[in-house]
């Protein structure tokens, strides 16, 4: 007699559950892009959604090029520094450090990261296959973030040729670089955060599996079965309690919807255009320095750190750009 299936509850590619190992987000993969040399990845703080009214850039839309209502998450992106440029080799088990080069006159916060070189030492190798610049993060610009200790990251350099890559990285070391280094309005990208954590929690929240019959005894919020008799253990498949949230997670192709930096008026740097809702974000405050406006969600809570990266897998085209009539600044408190 044949037996009803139903798909399982809760996939296995995100298998072990438990917490991530560090609060900042690794980048395992960089995809290999025609345009350059440039940085393919940056970074910045989640302040909070939002919504705006932008004129539909998809062309087979039934609403194109009319007013539509666009959901947005609100990270704010001050300019990262480049602390050094690491070059590699690729070997038969991979890539291997070949020698880097690390800049002059570094932020005093960076002591509280790592050693601090006295000088810049260095120099770079006659071979090598990978070109990628260390850059860290400023949140002491940041005052939704109480804290300051910079975050680091590799950015690879991709495009032209090795020679023009090495050139490209060595002329940014000790300077400022900014998200439109990295992206434009209307571009795709994926974004690399740590989720909101969530502690201990049971079977039906964990794994959404279905509570069972009102009748059942002593419990609903369990699963029905541990699994079969024989192997007689119970298998790591099979959905339990455990840790929720604070996991890795990659949000792929998000659109840049808008990136907004600092325009002189009078000698005074003044944001474009102003994101702040009344009361500022909750739970951030408010923004003060560049920021980017990306369509949709993105994983984390607010003052989390997110990363950003060229995306792997695109499917859709890009555009040259979007235009936003409208950022709501309503007050999000009490939502």
């Known amino acids: 007699m044949g037996s009803a299936h139903h798909p399982r509850r809760g ?31 940056f970074a910045g703080y989640k302040a909070g959604m939002t919504h705006v009214l932008t004129v539909d850039w998809r062309k087979k839309s039934t609403t194109a090029g009319q007013e539509i209502r666009t959901p947005v998450t609100v990270i704010e992106v001050p300019p ?48 090598f296959d990978e070109v990628r610049v260390i850059a860290y993060t400023q949140p002491k610009l940041v005052s939704g973030v109480p804290k300051k200790v910079p975050d680091i990251m ?17 002329d940014l070391l000790g300077k400022e670089i900014k ?15 740590i989720t909101k954590g969530k502690g201990f929690q049971g079977h039906i929240k964990r794994f ?11 419990h609903r919020r369990m699963i029905g079965t541990l699994g079969p008799w024989h192997p007689d253990w119970v298998r790591y498949t099979v959905p339990q309690a455990g840790q929720t949230g604070y996991h890795q997670r990659t949000e792929y192709n998000k659109r840049v919807i808008k990136f907004v930096d600092f325009v002189d008026e009078n000698g005074e740097k003044k944001l474009a255009m102003d994101v702040n809702p009344e009361g500022g974000f909750l739970h951030y405050g408010e923004i003060r320095n560049p920021y980017v406006l990306v369509h949709g969600s993105v994983p984390g809570p607010a003052k989390r750190l997110v990363k950003f990266r060229d995306p792997v897998r695109q499917v859709l085209d890009d555009v040259d750009g979007v235009e936003v009539v409208h950022i709501s600044r309503e007050s999000k408190q009490g939502v």
């Open 208 to 218: 959404g599996v279905k509570l069972l019959n009102h009748k059942n005894s002593k």
């Open 11 to 41: 996939s296995m590619a995100y298998y072990p559950r438990k917490r991530a190992k560090s609060i900042v987000p690794r980048i395992r993969t960089w995809p290999e892009i025609e345009d350059g040399p440039r940085i393919q990845g």
């Open 179 to 193: 998200f439109s280094d990295f992206r434009a309005d209307g571009k795709f990208v994926d974004v690399l955060a």
């Open 80 to 127: 990262m520094k480049v602390a050094g440029v690491r070059f590699y080799i690729r070997d038969m088990y991979g890539l291997k450090s070949a020698g880097e080069v690390w800049a002059e006159n570094l932020d005093e916060e960076l002591k509280r990261r790592l050693p601090m070189p006295k000088k810049s030492r260095g120099k770079a190798p006659a071979d």
């Open 154 to 170: 590799e950015i690879r350099v991709g495009g032209g040729t090795l020679e023009e890559r090495k050139n490209y990285a060595m």
